[in-house]
């Protein structure tokens, strides 16, 4: 990850860049073009990623009560094809995309959270929880059909995970009576980890991809004089500028229907379009 400023970005309705890097829809599915270079070994990363969506539910979570921050899963169920030159790798599988965006640094509303999402070829589960700085919980749980819908569960028990090497907690949730394993630590750095688990949610064993995220530990002075080591600052101009929308004034909450959850932030729904702003998706 590569940290630019707002002239190496560029955006418009289908596509979106950031220095050498971009993605845009094209047809049905997802193209993204990486030209990179890793921290804190410099090496090339160049490649490319599709992705398919088997649907778009259009659901936007809202993470704290006033919109603040919020959370789109916008395919929960995907096919992804990756092609790299630099290194030579090439794979097929099942995939995932989110996005998250807020209006306030994440450290100001949450000291921690743990997400996890958990799927084969027919049941997909998704854990969003944590705690915020008010000492409210945030606490999602959702299932992922086929079709596209996002069915709200009741959070199963709660269950502690081993402890990061850089001493983070992390937890899940599993249905009762079972037991979730850690199969194999991912990346595990100061204040982020992720681990891919064996786990059992809404009747079904399963494979799930699991993060922890320590807002508090991000927020210390030491840990924040590491993060330009892991992710270099580069400035530069993108050759396909484009002008960023004026979001001020935009409420993150109009016309949301909002759906019953147990931490009363709500899971939302919205008419909304990928491919642009047009209100028809």
């Known amino acids: 990850m590569t940290e630019r400023g707002l002239p190496a970005i560029a955006r418009d309705a289908t596509s979106f860049r950031v220095g050498p890097s971009r993605l845009a829809w094209e047809g049905d599915d997802l193209r993204l073009e990486v030209d990179e270079r890793t ?21 936007i979570a809202l993470l704290a009560a006033e919109g603040s921050h919020r959370w789109w899963p916008i395919a929960p169920r995907a096919r992804v094809e990756v092609v790299f030159d630099e290194p030579a790798l090439r794979f097929t599988g099942s995939g995932y995309l989110d996005a998250n965006e807020g209006l306030e640094p994440l450290e ?10 958990a799927g084969d070829d027919e049941e997909t589960v998704i854990l969003y929880e944590g705690t ?5 919980i945030l606490a999602l749980a959702l299932r ?9 569960l009741a959070p199963p028990p709660r269950q502690p995970l081993p402890r990061s090497r850089w001493g983070l907690a992390r937890s899940t949730r599993v249905d009762p009576g079972h037991r979730a394993r850690l199969v194999r630590s991912l990346e595990d750095g100061p204040f982020y980890a992720r681990a891919l688990l064996a786990t059992r949610l809404a009747g079904h064993t399963l494979p799930a991809i699991h993060e922890t995220l ?3 530990r991000f927020a210390r002075p030491w840990v924040q004089l ?13 050759p396909h500028r484009a002008e960023l929308p004026d979001r ?3 409420h993150p909450a109009q016309d949301q229907q909002a759906l019953e959850q147990d931490d009363g932030a709500g899971l939302h729904g919205r008419n909304l379009s990928l491919r642009g702003r047009s209100g028809e998706g």
């Open 39 to 59: 921290a804190p070994w410099p090496r090339r990363l160049r490649g490319r990623i599709r992705l398919w969506p088997e649907a778009l539910p259009g659901r």
């Open 108 to 117: 100001t509303r949450f000291h921690y959270w743990d997400w996890s999402r």
């Open 132 to 136: 915020r700085r008010d000492g409210s």
């Open 144 to 152: 992922a059909g086929r079709d596209g819908g996002l069915e709200p």
């Open 214 to 216: 320590s807002l508090d």
């Open 226 to 238: 590491l993060l330009p080591f892991r992710m270099p600052r580069r400035s530069g101009r993108s």
């Open 248 to 250: 001020e004034g935009e």
